[in-house]
């Protein structure tokens, strides 16, 4: 009976939060090539929501629809990274853009500008643009990798953690959250909008009152000076 009842709370869950699914699939999406098909992300989400409503524990504290979009947008990214739609030169300028705002702020004791990181590449500003609008589409480690490390803190895989993990996930999140609250306004701004809000690039791009491009441009570089100050736990 109990097996029973439990089958049938998941069977709820899922049907009662399908529509997430394809929310964050159409938010994905705004940041992805033509070649990535809504349908992929919208079939891989639903297996991440599944997944979710078999394992969720209330008792962890998260609710579940943040709980299951951690596990939906995880799955969408895992279905990427399988697929490989992201080209290994984006993910190699993405690390030299990483380094360069790390060496820059390293030795500058503040946040780097961008004429500082394009010239720390020894490229134009305008290069340096184009660079983190190609790194636009490979920046999905930046909160969803993150916030895979969250989801195994909320015991995604109903395993009990030792007080070392919990500590240090503890530690991680903490140094997360300082790291995003540290980053400049306006890019903290975008990613608050983006990620809190739920807002498209083109939505945020009306409130900053900037174009599309700008908006892409920002995230990319806020996701890549979180790599940068968090290159310790990355390791």
């Known amino acids: 009976m109990y097996s029973e009842a439990r089958q049938n709370n ?6 009662q939060h399908a529509p997430l699914v394809k929310r964050i699939a159409y938010h994905l999406m705004a940041r992805l090539p033509s070649s990535v098909q809504l349908d992929d ?4 989400g639903m297996i991440g929501l599944l997944e979710a409503a078999s394992k969720y524990d209330a008792s962890k504290g998260a609710s ?5 979009s951690i596990r939906i947008r995880g799955a969408m990214v895992d279905e990427m990274r399988r697929g490989d739609w992201v080209p290994r030169s984006v993910h ?9 705002i790390h060496a820059v702020e390293k030795r500058t004791g503040r946040d780097a500008t961008d004429q500082e990181v394009a010239g720390e590449l ?3 500003l305008e290069d340096y643009h184009a660079s983190l609008r190609d790194a636009a589409t490979g920046q999905l480690f930046s909160m969803d990798e993150m916030g895979e490390t969250l989801d195994r803190s909320l015991g995604a895989e109903g395993t009990q953690a030792s007080p070392a993990e919990d ?8 140094n997360l959250s300082a790291a995003i609250e540290q980053l400049p306004e306006r890019e903290k701004l975008v990613l608050a909008l983006y990620y809190d809000e739920g807002l498209n690039l083109k939505e945020i791009g009306q409130v ?8 892409s441009q920002l995230h ?6 979180l790599r940068s100050r968090l290159v310790d736990w990355q390791a």
């Open 167 to 174: 500590a240090e996930k503890t530690r991680f999140l903490e």
């Open 41 to 44: 992300l919208i079939q891989s």
């Open 64 to 68: 579940f629809e943040t709980y299951a």
């Open 92 to 100: 190699r300028d993405s690390r030299r853009i990483a380094e360069a």
């Open 122 to 124: 020894g490229i134009s």
């Open 220 to 225: 990319s570089q806020a996701a890549l000076r």
């Open 10 to 15: 998941t069977d709820a869950l899922v049907r």
């Open 208 to 215: 900053l009152e900037v174009s599309e491009s700008r908006v």
